[in-house]
């Protein structure tokens, strides 16, 4: 691999940024500073210093993001903010979300340039759960559990069961939803089928991956290798 395109994967600026860093010195390959851009270096064997830091390489990248209500689950709009737009990572480029919370929605999505992982997790044949946090207009009643859990006629979509619990019941019920699809607005059309009105959604978690509760909506973390081993092992 060039050693400008290792810096700039590594998210130490772009190729023409990290080019003039090895033009000035500031860039030393195995204890010898480098000299031109285009030199070989392997990932993971060569010794790479920056500034005197030692630069690692990723070959993926995967964030946590605690996505807040007014932002878009995509890569780029030309009239919202996008998940992108406020996820704080060195590197944005080629990264994506992993399938889509609705703009009103909050809560766990998964940022990464990971295809194939992103393919396992949104996969229908897999089944990944995922686990949302609901406020809901309406009195949830033990028949709409029942509902849930033998699957709701949507129109054309028939669901899967569907694991509901009662947090709080009242005008205003409190629930934990747990769901194996992610079909459009499939939680407030699920809600619509048994008669009631979502009107707080928040996803807590995805195929195993739990949102941080630490993390403010809008604030976002890289994974920890646990996370990214949990998420491949369960994909």
């Known amino acids: ?37 285009e030199i070989k270096v392997e990932p993971g064997v060569d010794k790479i210093i920056c500034d005197g830091e030692s630069i690692d390489y990723q070959q993926n990248y995967y964030y946590m993001l605690n996505k807040p209500a007014g932002v878009v689950s995509a890569t780029e709009d030309g ?12 590197v944005k480029k080629n990264l994506f979300p992993v ?64 694991e509901l619990t009662i947090i709080k019941q009242g005008e205003i019920s409190e629930i934990e939803l747990l769901i194996y699809e992610g079909k459009f607005h499939q939680v407030k059309r699920m809600f619509q089928a048994v008669g009631k009105e979502v009107i707080y959604l928040k996803r807590l ?8 509760e630490a993390l403010a909506p809008g604030e976002s973390r890289p994974l920890t290798k646990e996370e990214i081993e949990g998420l491949k092992n369960r994909s």
């Open 1 to 37: 691999m060039r050693l400008d395109k290792f810096l700039a994967d590594a998210g130490t600026g772009t190729r023409s940024e990290v080019k003039r860093l090895i033009k000035r010195g500031r860039v030393f390959v195995n204890g010898e500073q480098a000299k031109k851009p």
């Open 205 to 212: 978690s995805m195929g195993g991956l739990k949102l941080d």
């Open 79 to 90: 009239y919202c903010q996008t998940v992108l737009d406020i996820l704080k990572a060195p």
């Open 99 to 162: 399938g889509r919370l609705d703009k009103d929605t909050e809560g766990l999505l998964l940022i990464t340039d990971d295809g194939d992982l992103a393919h396992q997790l949104l996969s229908p044949k897999k089944h990944v759960g995922k686990v949302y946090y609901a406020r809901i207009d309406g009195k949830v009643s033990d028949e709409d559990v029942e509902a849930f859990r033998k699957g709701l006629s949507l129109g054309e979509l028939e669901t899967l069961p569907a």
